[in-house]
């Protein structure tokens, strides 16, 4: 499986983005799809995930603001982002599990204050 990340880029405070993550290769075998972000200095940490069935899941601190979503006929795997703050700014990588971990290259996102 690959993944394509696309989306990021500079918006203010309270402004929204939305992600992309472009999936190809052996899609059927993708038992789900998540978003992590990296900040700088920090671990990488889960945003967001959905697994197969369409049951969802999130960090307490993007709850109520992001949602994921997937698009199957666009082989597309969607994190729209609201009402976005400086603390989330970072990195975003979208990542597919088959029987294995499966990463994109990350798309940047900064939000100003």
């Known amino acids: 499986v690959q993944l394509q990340a696309s989306g990021g880029g500079l918006v203010q405070t309270g402004g929204s983005l939305r992600l992309s993550c472009e999936i190809s290769?052996?899609?059927?075998?993708?038992?789900?799809v998540a978003w992590y972000r990296q900040a700088p200095g920090k671990q990488r940490e889960l945003v967001a995930r959905r697994i197969s069935g369409g049951s969802t899941n999130y960090a307490d601190s993007v709850k109520g603001r992001f949602t994921i979503s997937r698009d199957d006929a666009r082989n597309r795997v969607y994190l729209q982002m609201n009402n976005l703050t400086p603390e989330d700014t970072a990195v975003y990588y979208c990542?597919?599990?088959?029987?294995?971990?499966?990463w994109g290259k990350g798309t940047l996102v900064t939000v100003s204050s």
């Open positions: 990542n597919a599990v088959t029987w294995m971990n499966n």
């Open positions: 290769g052996s899609i059927n075998s993708i038992n789900s």
